[in-house]
Structures are given as C-alpha cells and as structure tokens.
C-alpha cells in the first residue's frame, strides 16, 4: 500500500525529538512515533482524513495536520502554535462551522432525490442482483446464440436451461476471450430466481456479491445519517431555546476531539467533546456544534472551557469555548 512518510526534528523545553509519520492514504491509517515509540494511532476506512490530529509530544500537545485538494495530501507538524514546514504562528481563531435545521432538510431531501434517482437508472439490475443473492440458484444452462451488438460491441451470448417448471431463456455479457471459447451448444452457469426462474443472469462472483453489499450500504446509509442530522438539528434548536430562557454558565473540560463531515464523508472540520457538572456535582457528558479545524489549537483535550446547561435538564448543554 502507498505510504506517504515525514519526519520533523523538534526541540521543546530543553529536548530535542524526532517525530515521524506514516500516512497510508488509501486505507486511511495514521501513525505518529516520537523517538520511536508510538504517539498516535488513527484510521479513517475508505473516507477523506483531512484533519488536525493531536498527539502528546514531551508532556504537551502538538498536532499534525492533514490537508487535501482532492488529488494528494498534505502534512505539517504544529507545536506550540508554530508550523514546522512554514515556522509561522498558525492562526487558532475558532470559527464555527454554519448549521441550521433548513441546511440540514435540505441536504436530507438532496439525498433523497439522489437515491431515487439512482433507483430509477439501477435499480431493476440491482433488485435482480440482490433477489438472486438471496433466492438464487445455479444450474447448467446450454449456449444457443452469439451476438455483437450495440455501439460498443459488446459480446452476448444467448442461454436456454430447464427447471421442473419448464424451459426458461436468458441473455449474459461476456469477455472478449469467453465469446471466442464458448460456441453454440456449449454448457456455462446461470444463476436464477427460485420463485421465478425467468428472472435470471450470470451468477454472482466475489466482487459482485461485495460491490452490491458496498452499494446498497451507502444508499441505506446516506439517507439514514441525513435523517439523523435532521433530528441533530431540530434537537440542537430546541435546546438553544431552552438554555437561552433558563441556562446556567459552568466550567467543563475538552476529553475528545470527533470530526465534522459533509455530504459524502468530506471532512468540514472538528467538534469538541466535554464534561462538566451540574448543581449537584453530577458529571454530564455534550458535544460542541462544529469548528474549522484551527480551533483544535485553541481547546486541546484537558482545556477548561465554559459550558451552559439547563438546571432543569441537567443533561441538556451547549459549548460556550
């Protein structure tokens, strides 16, 4: 697998350290090792990892940051505020990532007419992968015809096979060189519908059993996490309203750093986990909206932040920074 590498030579409060990492871009495997020893372990499967990333260098954060522009990644090294590609002080300002319950309808409808339409242009071919998925069965089918045809040329081969129910006919693509070995009255397996053995095809192979398991994965899970980032909104406005009447202002503590993504796993940016305590010395847990990444700069984990909660509902807060 390609492995990008870098490595940075840093001296911190009287040290110095050798900080390497390993960057597998395509199975999105991270590894951070200072003087040898590992720092930071992440992976991000078949997924942008664009990001800032923070690891503990000689007792103290310091992060490594991850950019793309779609074509190659990009790395550096910040500690103590300062890029060690540049020697610029990077900019930590917080800057919130816009969200609104509107935005996030819209994008649940957007996906909603790309899975539709998906289904109107695939459908019929996948619905008949996935019913033989299930349902199918393979038996010996004989060659009765060989076509070219289209503007592509493309090979087909014409089948007929019997069941106890009758005699049934289908069609399949080949390669170029199955077309030149198969002749007429030749044996090759087709795979049918138990139930409906006119429905009928090439049986599946490996890749086709995992590109179909890949597909309908992604359009299950498109909609559902649009659904869930509806609910996240209308629960986020609700609680705006409520800690805006009746909210209390503590301090909390950064324990996590999660990320931000956009329509089609693309990283937005960061969201910063917290704890705090209620009136009682109740520990409760919350998550901050989202940030560009330089705010990770600003509240690295163990940071005591200000948080507001509802004294009502101790477990309703928001993240004041």
Not at 200 to 220: E, K
Not at 241 to 250: C, D, I, N, S
Request: hydrophobic content about 40%.
């Amino acid at each position: 697998m390609p492995v990008a590498r870098r490595q940075w030579t840093v001296d911190r409060a009287g040290r110095t350290y050798h900080v390497d990492m390993a960057d597998e871009y395509f199975l999105g495997e991270r590894v951070v090792r200072v003087d040898g020893h590992v720092a930071y372990r992440g992976r991000t499967m078949l997924s942008d990892h664009s990001g800032i990333y923070e690891f503990d260098l000689g007792s103290a954060p310091a992060f490594f940051e991850i950019k793309t522009n779609g074509l190659r990644y990009f790395y550096d090294l910040i500690v103590d505020g300062i890029s060690m590609n540049s020697g610029t002080r990077v900019d930590d300002t917080p800057v919130a990532i816009p969200t609104s319950t509107a935005n996030a309808i819209v994008g649940f409808v957007a996906t909603l007419g790309l899975v539709a339409a998906f289904v109107v242009l695939a459908g019929p071919r996948l619905w008949a992968d996935a019913r033989i998925a299930v349902d199918g069965v393979t038996t010996d089918a004989q060659v009765t015809s060989k076509t070219i045809a289209g503007p592509k040329s493309d090979h087909i081969i014409g089948y007929s096979f019997d069941t106890t129910t009758g005699t049934f006919v289908g069609q399949m693509f080949v390669s170029d060189d199955e077309y030149l070995k198969l002749h007429v009255g030749d044996r090759v397996r087709v795979a049918y519908l138990r139930s409906d053995p006119s429905v009928n095809q090439r049986p599946l192979d490996v890749v086709s059993y995992i590109v179909l398991l890949g597909v309908v994965a992604l359009f299950i899970g498109l909609p559902v996490s649009q659904a869930l980032a509806v609910a996240g909104a209308v629960r986020d406005s609700r609680t705006r309203r409520g800690l805006a009447a009746r909210g209390q202002e503590t301090r909390g503590q950064i324990t996590a750093i999660g990320s931000v993504r956009g329509r089609y796993a693309t990283v937005l940016g960061c969201r910063f986990g917290y704890t705090y305590a209620d009136q009682n010395g109740v520990e409760h847990r919350g998550w901050s909206g989202g940030y560009k990444f330089p705010a990770l700069y600003r509240w690295p984990i163990g940071t005591a932040v200000r948080v507001r909660y509802d004294p009502e509902h101790p477990a309703e807060s928001s993240f004041l920074g």
